[in-house]
């Protein structure tokens, strides 16, 4: 989390209040717009909860105090011009009041990639004998090679054939077995994407 304190931001700009945009930490969705308080700022970083100053109620609002959909804190940034907040969250449940995923109405479909990274290397970290993960993991790198290795060739067959389903089926273990095999090295999907921005380039 990025170390910054209230006192840090420019609340005169908003007479008191600067705005928030919510982002899901893994998705990458904008989940709504909400407006801070130095109180509602403090409490956010204090309690690792999303917490609102509600111009309505005139009052702090700890997002899901009533519904239990709570936004849980993962990082809260400020901009360069130090009057705008980025709060990336894991939401527990919808955000929406109205009960959709988003307050403008849109589901909270990201890339599901980052979301299966960080679920391989907890397994990586924090191994579980019941886990096929965590097996593989504890099998050592020549292993996790091996199994990236047989899937590739699996789709290459697949491949050749107009199985849809089978074919995509095949992809899947490719890229999941991948992955693995990537934090396994200790490396990231980002790192990956990095080199194929720069080569787009």
């Given at each position: 989390?990025?170390?910054?304190?209230?006192?840090?931001?420019?609340?005169?700009?908003?007479?008191?209040?600067?705005?928030?945009?919510?982002?899901?930490?893994?998705?990458?969705?904008?989940?709504?717009?909400?407006?801070?308080?130095?109180?509602?700022?403090?409490?956010?970083?204090?309690?690792?909860?999303?917490?609102?100053?509600?111009?309505?109620?005139?009052?702090?609002?700890?997002?899901?105090?009533?519904?239990?959909?709570?936004?849980?804190?993962?990082?809260?940034?400020?901009?360069?011009?130090q009057d705008t907040l980025l709060a990336l969250v894991v939401p527990k449940g919808p955000t929406c009041h109205?009960?959709?995923?988003?307050?403008?109405?849109?589901?909270?479909?990201?890339?599901?990639?980052?979301?299966?990274?960080?679920?391989?290397?907890?397994?990586?970290?924090n191994p579980n004998d019941e886990s096929y993960t965590s097996s593989l993991f504890k099998k050592g790198i020549?292993?996790?090679?091996?199994?990236?290795?047989?899937?590739?060739?699996?789709?290459?067959?697949?491949?050749?054939?107009?199985?849809?389903?089978?074919?995509?089926?095949?992809?899947?273990?490719?890229?999941?077995?991948?992955?693995?095999?990537?934090?396994?090295?200790?490396?990231?999907?980002?790192?990956?994407?990095?080199?194929?921005?720069?080569?787009?380039?």
């Amino acid at each position: 989390m990025r170390e910054f304190s209230s006192s840090d931001i420019d609340f005169q700009k908003g007479e008191g209040l600067v705005p928030v945009i919510v982002q899901d930490a893994n998705t990458q969705v904008v989940l709504m717009l909400g407006y801070m308080d130095e109180a509602a700022v403090d409490k956010t970083l204090i309690e690792k909860r999303v917490t609102f100053f509600s111009r309505s109620k005139n009052r702090l609002w700890t997002k899901g105090e009533s519904s239990g959909n709570f936004l849980e804190l993962v990082d809260l940034q400020l901009d360069c011009d130090q009057d705008t907040l980025l709060a990336l969250v894991v939401p527990k449940g919808p955000t929406c009041h109205k009960g959709t995923d988003t307050c403008f109405g849109t589901e909270n479909k990201g890339s599901f990639i980052p979301y299966l990274e960080k679920v391989i290397q907890n397994r990586r970290d924090n191994p579980n004998d019941e886990s096929y993960t965590s097996s593989l993991f504890k099998k050592g790198i020549n292993k996790v090679a091996q199994k990236v290795g047989e899937e590739a060739v699996e789709l290459v067959i697949e491949a050749k054939d107009d199985d849809k389903n089978l074919f995509l089926n095949e992809a899947a273990d490719l890229m999941y077995h991948y992955l693995v095999l990537l934090a396994a090295k200790g490396y990231t999907w980002e790192e990956v994407m990095a080199i194929l921005r720069e080569r787009h380039k």
